[in-house]
């Protein structure tokens, strides 16, 4: 997000000057993104760098265009403080939400090498009132974070306590469809939590226990884990049978959800070993899509360079034409030849604008000999 802003920046400020959108040359656009975040990471320590880049596009004629800009620090977090504001806009929900107060934090560590923004971390000194820790890596958190919680799981000796916790609420479904959280989210793991329902009809023998996760209070706008049928229970006027619902979570996220009749002591459970993962259809579906990934890309990319040669050709055209046109009104044989200079421009776009190979092939020929058609008349003119 904070490399785009620069490449908005500096596409805008080139259309500007050169009436020229670069955004539609593939290979020009590829060296503003790279320069994009060599500025950034430049700006992170100085207070202002260079971009230049020689040569950026030809302009259809012997000579070609630069771009050459200086971007300073003060211009760059103007670009993203929308950005940074929002970043702690999540701080402050992720606080709220594991109900700490800014007072109790002993460090705050940075994630990810876009950090070292020093706007982003002066805004994240003044929110929590601490300076951000400068004793791990932010490109390494994320790595050393899983490694310690790896270790920790294999039983492995650590100085370092990782928590994990709960990403969703948890909980079942209860009469009228509402979703009854018994372990809420951000819940330190391994943990466990139990609640005491009652049966909702007179004589009812058997009870349904759906294993539900998610924040909404309506069942169906959560995601169903699982569910299981605890029968046997004593006929009853209702409110009298009382059953107990245990959810249990490992360290390993595993779920286990348990219903007992505390009357009879009769209990069943289930056991859910994949609360945010993947189906077996959808690894499935995963593999043949991976089978598939280098045709994908072949197809992608002769596309994509298939679109940057007939945009290239479009604009040489558009460019040519109004100097021509004038003097090719002047004969059947000119008005002719410019309405079907018209027509293969029209195609052209059109192709240009879809995602079709085959089509786009089709409009490049005819837009070829259009142009040089078009540039032997200006050179007759000329």
């Known amino acids: ?4 802003r620069i490449i908005e920046w ?16 593939r290979m020009a656009l590829q060296r503003i993104r790279d320069a994009a975040e060599k500025a950034k990471v430049e700006l992170s320590s100085a207070p202002q760098t260079e971009i230049n880049l020689p040569f950026i596009i030809s302009t259809g004629k012997s000579d070609a265009l630069h771009l050459q800009r200086t971007l300073t620090r003060e ?70 974070g899983a490694a310690i919680q790896g270790a ?23 009469v009228g469809g509402y979703f ?35 924040d909404s209070l309506r069942a169906e706008e959560n995601e169903l884990l699982g569910e299981f049928l605890l029968s046997g229970l004593r006929e009853a006027r209702r409110g009298e049978v009382e059953i107990e619902v245990t959810f249990e979570i490992s360290a ?30 959808e690894i499935k579906r995963m593999a ?18 298939m679109k940057a040669d007939v945009d ?27 309405a079907k200079a018209s027509g293969a421009l029209q195609r052209a776009k059109g192709a240009s604008a879809g995602r079709d190979l085959e089509q786009l092939k089709a409009a490049r020929e005819p837009l070829e000999r259009t142009l040089r058609m078009l540039r032997g008349v200006a050179q007759k003119m000329g």
């Open 10 to 25: 500096l596409v805008f400020g080139f259309q500007l000057e050169h009436k020229i959108d670069l955004r539609k040359d």
């Open 252 to 281: 390993d996220g595993i779920v286990s959800v348990s219903a007992k009749d505390l009357e009879t002591g009769q209990q069943q459970s289930i056991t859910v070993t994949a609360t945010s993962g993947l189906t077996e259809e």
């Open 152 to 174: 920790s799981l294999q039983d492995e000796r650590s100085s370092v306590l990782l928590l994990d916790v709960t990403p969703h609420n948890l909980g079942i479904v209860i």
């Open 180 to 214: 009854q959280t018994i372990i809420e989210k951000n819940t330190t793991v391994p943990t466990a939590a139990s609640h005491v329902f009652t049966t909702v009809r007179d004589n009812q023998t058997s009870v349904r226990i759906m294993v539900v996760q998610g």
């Open 75 to 144: 211009k760059f977090e103007d670009l993203v403080i929308d950005l940074c504001e929002r970043c702690l806009q999540i701080c402050e929900k992720t606080l709220k939400d594991a109900g700490i107060q800014k007072r109790d934090l002993d460090d705050v560590i940075l994630v990810g090498g876009q950090t070292r923004t020093p706007k982003l971390q002066e805004m994240v000194k003044d929110f929590f009132g601490l300076s951000p820790s400068k004793s791990v890596n932010a490109d390494e958190v994320v790595a050393l």
């Open 288 to 305: 043949e899509d991976a089978a598939n990934y280098a045709v994908d890309v072949k197809r992608n990319e002769a596309l994509e360079k």
């Open 312 to 338: 290239g050709i479009i604009r040489d055209v558009e460019t040519i034409l109004p100097q021509v046109q004038g003097f090719m009104s002047g004969s059947d044989f000119g008005r002719e030849a410019l």
């Open 1 to 4: 997000d904070f490399d785009n």
